[in-house]
Each structure stands twice: as structure tokens, then as C-alpha cells.
Nanobody
Framework: QVQLVESGGGLVQAGGSLRLSCAASGRTSSIKRMGWFRHPLGGEREFVATIHWSGGMTYYAVAVRGRFTISRDTRQNTVFLQMNNLKPEDTAVYYC?????????????????WGQGTQVTVSS
């Protein structure tokens, strides 16, 4: 089992920045990649970004490309999501997730473990 705990959400004005963190514990040796997803109120869960745990290769959703950066600290078993130039449409509950798959995946079905979520609210 892998446990994930997110932190760093909050309220920010449009154009501002936030940094989300997600600490992994437990059977972390099974993690091959980490991802961030978000679930806006009244909408569906959507992919945001993913990173290969050992190699560090990243991939982003088109909506956040150039504004968000995913990174990881393998010694601390922590993944980060730096969000800059935030927009009201970025408002959502953000979840980190861990996957045993090596290939680049944007599907939530490939992620076995999920955090509890952290709310990000961007005011206009």
C-alpha cells in the first residue's frame, strides 16, 4: 500500500501562484510514476500532469502547459506541482496519484493510489 498526502492548496487571485506538495509513504518502491489530476465542481476529473519517478520525464495537459510544472524529490518521496499564472478555470480539487506503470499515462485508471485532495480556488 502507498499513502499520499497533499498540501498547499488555497485561495489565490487570478495571475497568482500556488505550489502543491504530495508526500508518499508506505510501499513507495512500487511507484513508477506520479500524476496530478483535478476535479472541478460540477465537472469531471481531468488529467493535469505526470512525471516518471526515476527518469523525471514529464507530460502536461494542454490547458496547463507553460503555466504548471511538475517535479519530484525522490529522496523525500514527494512530488510537487508549481502553478503559475492561475486562472479561474483552474479552480478545482487537486489530487495526486501514484502509478505502477512505466509508460506515460493520462488515464486515472492507471493510477492505483490517490491522495485525499486539496482545494485550489482562483478568484477573478
Amino acid at each position: 500500500q502507498v499513502q499520499l498526502v497533499e498540501s498547499g492548496g488555497g485561495l489565490v487571485q487570478a495571475g497568482g501562484s500556488l505550489r502543491l506538495s504530495c508526500a508518499a509513504s508506505g510501499r513507495t518502491s512500487s511507484i513508477k510514476r506520479m500524476g496530478w489530476f483535478r476535479h472541478p465542481l460540477g465537472g469531471e476529473r481531468e488529467f493535469v500532469a505526470t512525471i516518471h519517478w526515476s527518469g523525471g520525464m514529464t507530460y502536461y495537459a494542454v490547458a496547463v502547459r507553460g503555466r504548471f510544472t511538475i517535479s519530484r524529490d525522490t529522496r523525500q518521496n514527494t512530488v510537487f506541482l508549481q502553478m503559475n499564472n492561475l486562472k479561474p478555470e483552474d479552480t478545482a480539487v487537486y489530487y495526486c496519484a501514484a502509478s505502477p506503470v512505466i509508460y506515460e499515462s493520462t488515464s486515472s485508471n492507471d493510477y492505483d493510489y490517490w491522495g485525499q485532495g486539496t482545494q485550489v480556488t482562483v478568484s477573478s
